[in-house]
């Protein structure tokens, strides 16, 4: 475990792009060792698709140890679509480590990028800068290899519980809160479906039970299909959103498309103990292998790690190390840079080397 500013980091690169993106993220960690005074000990190992394809299993029970022994994961990608279980899902670890780990918030920042295209009329004025907080132990992923398939129906079953709803919320509260003290908003949004399901409602009043105790941060109740509908019309309304699992991976990516993308997007999976750091986007097949990954979302992923390291250990220059690979990032591109998917040249290399240069 972490010594003074030491930390030792497991590193699980997976599948399809997954390495390719990871490689850039550990330049610019050694890149940031070198100014800062951190030290990093990388650990990789294996989990995702082709793990399964070679052994039977996602992940070895090493990697799991690996995991439990490390201050923090990195996780590139994990998965491909023509390797499933005999149930026809796909190979997810990434999913396993959550429920293995109790990481129950996971964290999905969306920040607009300046020189970053986004479909929104407006954003490039107005700015786009919230967090979706997903339930990532529960809800409807809770049935999990756990439905029932007959030859006239399929039902899963979703679960919200008060512990990990509580739990949640208090890590939301204190997440605004932080964004309050750095001069954002420092709202919190529950989203929901209280209006048609108990749980949801059950979800809504442990919401409001913890609010009380966080009386300085502003509250809103939103549904979630109006949520949606606002969210693609004027985003920069919103600051911090909480909610259930399933509806958190669909807002998620809504929210990764108004800032450019799911390779400009990094993610976390937080617990009271663990954490796994890893970008939005998929192992992406089509593309492995010829230069074009955009390496944005998982450098960003290593930046929302160290910033979490400096809160979890108390290592402020952490903190200050995140703050500047974001700087860097942003300054990469407002000076021009253009990932493939937007139309550019700039391939998976020419992104590492920019930020490199930056930082």
């Not at 809770?142 to 899963?156: F, P, Q």
Request: proline content about 5%; overall charge negative; hydrophobic content about 45%.
């Amino acid at each position: 475990m972490s010594a003074n500013n030491a930390f030792h980091i497991a590193v699980l690169a997976g599948d399809g792009i997954g390495p390719e993106v990871m490689a850039p993220a550990l330049e610019v960690l050694r890149k940031i060792e070198q100014k800062s005074g951190l030290s990093f000990r990388f650990t990789e190992a294996p989990a995702g698709a082709n793990n399964y394809l070679a052994t039977g299993k996602s992940m070895p029970e090493s990697t799991i140890k690996l995991c439990e022994e490390a201050d923090a994961i990195l996780l590139g990608a994990c998965g491909l679509p023509s390797v499933r279980y005999p149930d026809n899902t796909e190979i997810a670890p990434q999913i396993e480590l959550r429920f293995i780990f109790d990481l129950y918030a996971g964290v999905r920042p969306a920040r607009l990028i300046p020189g970053v295209p986004s479909p929104i009329v407006g954003a490039d004025q107005r700015g786009i800068d919230l967090v979706v907080i997903r339930e990532s132990t529960e809800g409807l992923f809770a049935s999990m290899g756990k439905g029932v398939v007959t030859h006239e129906d399929a039902r899963e079953t979703l679960v919200i519980t008060r512990k990990t709803s509580e739990r949640l919320f208090e890590f939301s509260f204190r997440l605004a809160e932080r964004r309050k003290a750095r001069g954002k908003p420092g709202s919190l949004a529950c989203v929901d479906k209280a209006n048609v399901f108990k749980a949801f409602a059950f979800f809504r009043r442990i919401f409001d039970e913890v609010a009380r105790r966080h009386p300085d941060v502003k509250t809103d109740h939103l549904y979630v299909d109006a949520c949606s509908a606002m969210l693609v019309k004027r985003p920069w309304d919103f600051d911090v959103m909480v909610m259930e699992n399933m509806f958190g991976d669909i807002v998620s990516d809504i929210t990764a498309s108004l800032i450019g993308g799911l390779g400009m997007a990094p993610s976390a999976d937080i617990g009271d103990k663990y954490a796994v750091f890893q970008p939005c986007h998929g192992t992406a097949p089509d593309i492995m292998g010829q230069g074009k990954a955009n390496p944005t979302g998982m450098i960003l992923s290593a930046a929302m790690m160290l910033d979490w390291l400096a809160d979890k250990h108390g290592v402020e220059s952490a903190a200050e190390a995140g703050e500047r690979i974001e700087r860097a990032v942003d300054q990469v591109y407002a000076d021009g840079l253009k990932p493939m998917e937007f139309g550019g040249s700039n391939g998976t290399a020419d992104i590492a080397k920019a930020v490199l240069g930056v930082l």
